[in-house]
């Protein structure tokens, strides 16, 4: 820590917005200490207990830690110094505040607000300690609340809600804010290794075992990304988004769910190559726009409905399900192991990437849900475990929606067959064979009917379910979802 500052003190509290470009919050800790002729420090707080609650996946962690130690280069160049401070539990926040306040002559706190519900009530508590905290909208384009019915109340259609939002957003002048000029001199070099000293205490203790090196981090390769798909890949979205076999996602999530990469950064790339795209037109970036637009509907959801992040069913009539939760089941399910390749096969990548394709999610969601009736909520803990852009709102909503028991979800009578899915979304069996080397011999035919297949020399496990007999038993489990 540094010695007691002989200026004011603005500092801006990372969160979930690691980046210097478009960060209000940052942007404006800047002006503050400009106006003021003070200094601006950055603070991360370590939270492991916290994280620890949240089931916070390691990959994920490693992958903040990396992020942190070009965050931390980039700041120095603007004279700032990133601190950071440890925190078991959001409950001891405040007095830590508190003391740095006085050590460091804090004068204001600025930082990004946040959708879940204990971050929010932490913001709540120290905001009522008298803490000058000031909250910036950042997660979300259009902020939850903005975007509401006839009647002042959140959507629970999707549709009418991207009606709503691209009107709202059609209104808007989308335009990035840039970094922030420097504050100060930049930090000399031994007080930057110090910090990254700091940084690799704090974390390398809890990721030493994690490897989050598939994603390369920092801001310029997250926009190298964005640029490269907007400008390259988006006009055949709407046509390879559902093949996991092709490169046709965007592979943004991971920046965007730990603010790497803000929104309107995205939106404003989209309308850059399609400014059309708001307005209900044919146009092939209208598939990604409602991707980003699904992201804020689940965090708009979050903020309404706080018991979603609470482990709650949107739909309380999915109280009455009785979920089977064989924890062997279970087991071979997260291990890859179920004898149904294209769901293996996802997994296989979930554990060597921390990233899984999207069409993939539903399918192994619905086939745990549904096909293996063990609670989604088990499968959500081991996303959120697993992903690299583990991120609450989302992952709970698509849970839910395979599920059939969340918000404009998927219908509790349709169950996802894993082998029609196989045969529609893989048909050469590209990605079943990269993930699952040892069914290389193995026809088509088998892969994508693995009931009828030969069983591997390799030792890959046959079915665990029969999908008729699966199919019929979750349509009972789940009849208590019928309404009327």
Known sequence: MTDIPSCPTVFMWFRKDLRLYDN????????RARALGGRVTAVYTVTPNQWQRHDMGLRQLDFIRRQLHTLAKDLAALG?????????????????????????QGVAIYAGQEAEIDER????????????????????????????????????????????????????VVR????????????????????HALIDRHFLPLTQKADSSYWPVGEDAAHQRLEAFTRHQLYDYPQQRDFPALAGCSGLSPYLTLGILSPRQCFAALLLHYPEVLYGVHSPGRSWLAELIWREFYRHLLVAFPR???????????????????????????????????VDAAMRQLHHTGWMHNRLRMIVASFLSKHLLVDWRWGERYFRQQLLDGDLAANNGGWQWSAGTGCDAQPWFRIFNPMSQSEKFDGQGHF???WLPELQEWSLADLHRPAA????????????????????RALAALAVLKKG
């Open 24 to 31: 209000q919050a940052l942007t404006q800790a800047c002006g």
């Open 121 to 172: 009530r932490r913001d709540e508590s120290l905001l009522a300690q008298g803490l000058p905290l000031t909250l910036t909208h950042e997660h979300c384009l259009l902020p939850p609340g903005q975007v509401l019915t006839q009647n002042g109340d959140m959507y629970r259609v999707f549709t009418p809600f991207m009606r709503r939002w691209c009107q709202q957003a059609a209104a808007m």
């Open 80 to 104: 700032i110094e990133l601190q950071l401070w440890h925190c078991p539990l959001f409950k001891e926040m405040g007095a830590l505040w508190q003391q740095q306040l006085i050590r460091q």
């Open 308 to 342: 979603l992040g609470m482990g709650k069913n949107f739909n309380p009539l999915a109280d009455g399900i009785i979920w089977r939760n064989n924890k062997e089941e279970f087991a071979a399910w997260c291990h890859g192991r179920t004898g149904y390749p294209i």
């Open 432 to 434: 079943i064979r990269r």
């Open 176 to 195: 990035p804010l840039p970094a922030p000029a420097a504050v100060a001199a930049a930090l000399p070099s031994a007080q930057l290794a110090g910090i």
């Open 453 to 472: 297949g030969k069983r591997s020399t390799a030792g890959y496990p046959p079915p665990l379910v029969e999908h008729g007999f699966a199919r019929q």
